[in-house]
């Protein structure tokens, strides 16, 4: 492996400086695609969908677990997959292995569930094993073919008004590679971030950004932001502002 060029800082400043401003330009094209997303026509489910689960029968309206969006991953652990009956698919591991705490995305009144078509105490015995805590229900019905995942892994987005589900987006193949932040979770959601800044449809949730944020274990429903850290995180901001102009 051959080296490239050695320089000066100030040299490898100016390098890093124009490789920002396509840094950046990225991450405005992923909000605005983002923005797009929540513009999305809703599709009706009109199915009557059933899954196994750790306690029992359950709809795919149970599912969101009274939250008001649900994302649906298809993992494949079952007879036939590589690492059967040990071990899930080698992708949907790794995809396991990445996805962050989530009490952040309850916060934000979003559910991520894993959907698989081994029996529950297979898929108990699994999540014991590799340590993961996701919710993760079994399939036994169509879902996985009339949602694009029979043959292939994915994640659905749905939304739920009352008791009427709509699907929202879908995000597969090498879409999936992002997956597993709370952000990435969020960005393909219907109401998104629900933050101030996001170009959403009128009357869609929105608060501030960061003041929502808490420790994962100290998150209560409908709470204020603690003002100790609206404090702190605007005085960050502010700095960060000036700084960068």
């Not at 698919?89 to 009144?109: E, F, P, T």
Request: a neutral charge; proline letters at 5%; aromatic letters at 12%.
């Amino acid at each position: 492996m051959s080296t490239r060029p050695i320089v000066s800082r100030l040299e490898w400043e100016a390098a890093r400086e124009q490789l920002l401003v396509k840094e950046k330009a990225i991450i405005r094209a992923r909000d605005a695609l983002a923005a797009e997303r929540r513009r999305m026509p809703w599709l009706a489910v009109e199915k009557a969908y059933v899954f196994d689960g750790p306690r029992g029968r359950a709809s795919l309206l149970d599912l969101f677990e009274g939250r008001r969006q649900l994302i649906v991953y298809r993992a494949f652990f079952e007879p036939g997959v590589h690492g059967w009956p040990e071990h899930a698919c080698i992708g949907c591991s790794l995809g396991a292995d990445q996805v962050g705490h989530l009490a952040h995305l309850n916060a934000r009144d979003t559910t991520l569930v894993y959907a698989s078509r081994a029996p529950q105490a297979d898929i108990a015995r699994l999540k014991a094993r590799m340590e993961w805590d996701i919710p993760w229900y079994t399939i036994t019905d169509s879902f996985d073919a009339d949602f694009g995942v029979d043959q292939w892994h994915g994640h659905n987005a749905f939304i739920r008004d009352s008791e009427r589900v709509f699907r929202t987006y879908f995000i597969n193949s090498r879409g999936d590679e992002a997956m597993g932040t709370l952000w990435s979770y969020l960005d393909m959601t219907a109401l998104g971030r629900q933050e101030e800044w996001e170009k959403s449809p009128e009357g869609y949730p929105q608060s501030r950004p960061y003041k929502w944020w808490n420790w994962h274990d100290s998150y209560v429903p409908d709470a204020a932001p603690d003002p100790k850290w609206v404090k702190v995180s605007d005085a960050g901001e502010a700095a960060f502002r000036k700084r960068d102009g």
